[in-house]
C-alpha cells in the first residue's frame, strides 16, 4: 500500500528512539533471546540497524514482497544476523523472534497514532504484521541454510578425521578403515593417501580394512579405485585385514583383485612391506 508506507515510515522517524527502546525491552524480557549466548550491547546495535534499515524500505512503499531491490539492505543484515545466531547456538524459534518480537511495539505505536481511525488501523496492521512474518520467515530460511552448511563441514571434518593416513616406517604408510566405505569418504581416502604419497614420496601404502564391517561390491570397487589412484602415483598397494568372512565373501561376489597383496593382519602387511623397501634399497646399491 503506497499510499500508506509514508505515513508509517514518518511514524516510525518521529518515534524511532522509543520504538527501539521498547522493542529492545521486549527481547530482553523473552528467554529466546538468549542472552547467554549473545550480549545486551551487541543485541542493542543489531536492533539499531535493523531499524533503521527497516525504516528505510518502508519509505519505498513496497511493502507486500520482501524480495524486491529496496529491501536488498534488510534482507542482507537478516542473514547477516541469521548465519552468526546458527552458528552462536540459537535455535531456529530463537532466530526468528528477533524479527517477531518487533510486532508488539509496533503495534502498540499503530494503535497510538490509528486510535480514533479503526479501519486504516486494521489496514496498517494487518500489512505490517504479513510483512514482520515475510522477514521472520526469511531468518528461518537462512538459518536452516547455514544449519546445513554447518552440517555439512562436520561430516566432511569427521571424514577426515576418520581416516588417518599413518607413516609406519620410512616410505611405508598405512591407512585404517572403520566403518562403511562409500563414495565420499572413498573420495577423502583417494586424497589423504595420494596427498601423503607425494609429500612423503612412500612407496607402499597398506590399507587395512579390519574395522570395515561388511565387503560388497560397491566397497570392493571403491578400493580398487584407491589401489589404481595409488599405483598411477608410483606407490604399491598391501590390503590388510582380510577376515574369513570377508574372504568368501569377495571370492562369492568375483571380485577380482589382480596382483595386490593381501594380509590378514596389519602385522604380516607390514612385514611385507618392510621386505620389500629392504630388497628395493639392496636392489639399487647393488646396481650403484
Known amino acids: 500500500m503506497p499510499s500508506e508506507s509514508p505515513r508509517f515510515s514518518d511514524l516510525v522517524a518521529r518515534h524511532e528512539s522509543q520504538l527501539l527502546a521498547d522493542w529492545f525491552a521486549q527481547q530482553k524480557a523473552s528467554r529466546a533471546t538468549r542472552l547467554d549466548l549473545i550480549g545486551e550491547a551487541e543485541l542493542e ?4 540497524r535493523f531499524l533503521r534499515a527497516f525504516r528505510a524500505a518502508l519509505e519505498s512503499g513496497e511493502l507486500d514482497d520482501i524480495s524486491r531491490p529496496a529491501w536488498d539492505e534488510v534482507r542482507d ?9 546458527a552458528m552462536q547456538g540459537f535455535r531456529p524459534n530463537e532466530t526468528a523472534s528477533f524479527v517477531f518480537s518487533l510486532k508488539q511495539p509496533v503495534f502498540a505505536l499503530l494503535r497510538q497514532e490509528f486510535a480514533k481511525a479503526p479501519e486504516e488501523l486494521a489496514a496498517q496492521t494487518w500489512t505490517l504484521s504479513m510483512l514482520l512474518d515475510q522477514l521472520g520467515l526469511y531468518t528461518t530460511e537462512i538459518y536452516q541454510q547455514t544449519r546445513e552448511e ?7 571434518e569427521l571424514l577426515e578425521l576418520s581416516t588417518p593416513v599413518v607413516q609406519l616406517w620410512d616410505r611405508i604408510l598405512a591407512l585404517p578403515l572403520v566403518g562403511t566405505l562409500d563414495s565420499s569418504r572413498t573420495q577423502v581416502v583417494m586424497e589423504s593417501l595420494l596427498e601423503r604419497i ?9 590399507i587395512d580394512i579390519t574395522g570395515v564391517p561388511t565387503v560388497d561390491t560397491l566397497v570392493a570397487q571403491h578400493l580398487l579405485k584407491t589401489i589404481a589412484a595409488t599405483r598411477l602415483m608410483g606407490a604399491d598397494c598391501i590390503i590388510s585385514g582380510i577376515r574369513p568372512q570377508i574372504a568368501q565373501t569377495i571370492v562369492h561376489l568375483g571380485v577380482d583383485l589382480g596382483t595386490v597383496v593381501t594380509k590378514a593382519t596389519l602385522a604380516d602387511a607390514f612385514a611385507v612391506a618392510l621386505k ?9 646399491i647393488e646396481g650403484a
Open 45 to 48: 546495535d543489531q536492533s539499531r
Open 150 to 156: 554447518i552440517i555439512v563441514r562436520q561430516q566432511q
Open 276 to 284: 620389500r623397501t629392504r630388497d628395493s634399497r639392496t636392489h639399487v
Open 198 to 206: 607425494v609429500s612423503s614420496g612412500s612407496e607402499i601404502a597398506i
Open 77 to 85: 543484515f537478516l542473514q547477516e544476523v541469521s548465519r552468526s545466531r
